[in-house]
């Protein structure tokens, strides 16, 4: 059975239902579940001025941090209305390329399993760049779980 799930969030509808999986998936199995949202760096290299750039980054990251509290939280409702108990929470904020901190982190935590959502936030991620969840699937020595 799985001892550590990872569960990127990026605040969308797709990755809110992946927590709920995660959550489940936990409950069964007794794993402790590490939330990851990345701040994409990459992306902010687009920003011309330093002090934009600064600015954004710092806006991202509290958003980051406002989308993992937000599980966290719903992780807490779930737990006293006894749909899962001892369920284990690790939260990370980092900044970088989502895919390659997304597979860092696998292999950081010794992540068994990944749930995540098959679309993100950002509907032009995917035509423009590839998409995130294509990149970890493909490159992932784990199990990774796409929900949509």
């Known amino acids: 059975m799985y001892k550590k799930i990872l569960l990127p969030m990026d605040g969308s509808e797709c990755a809110e239902r992946a927590g709920g999986h995660a959550?489940?998936?936990?409950?069964?199995?007794?794993?402790?579940?590490?939330?990851?949202?990345?701040v994409d760096t990459y992306f902010l290299r687009s920003a011309y001025l330093?002090?934009?750039?600064?600015?954004?980054?710092?806006?991202?990251?509290?958003?980051?941090?406002?989308?993992?509290?937000?599980?966290?939280?719903?992780?807490?409702?779930?737990?006293?209305?006894?749909?899962?108990?001892?369920v284990k929470l690790k939260t990370e904020v980092t900044g970088g390329k989502p895919y390659e901190e997304i597979l860092d982190t696998i292999r950081v935590e010794n992540a068994d399993v990944v749930f995540m959502g098959s679309t993100g936030r950002h509907g032009l991620d995917r035509a423009l760049f590839g998409s995130t969840t294509d990149r970890v699937l493909r490159s992932a020595k784990v199990p990774v779980v796409v929900v949509p």
């Open 50 to 86: 330093p002090n934009f750039r600064g600015e954004l980054y710092d806006s991202l990251q509290k958003e980051g941090e406002n989308v993992v509290e937000r599980f966290r939280e719903k992780l807490e409702e779930n737990q006293c209305k006894g749909l899962c108990k001892g």
């Open 23 to 38: 959550i489940w998936t936990s409950n069964v199995s007794g794993a402790d579940i590490v939330v990851l949202y990345v």
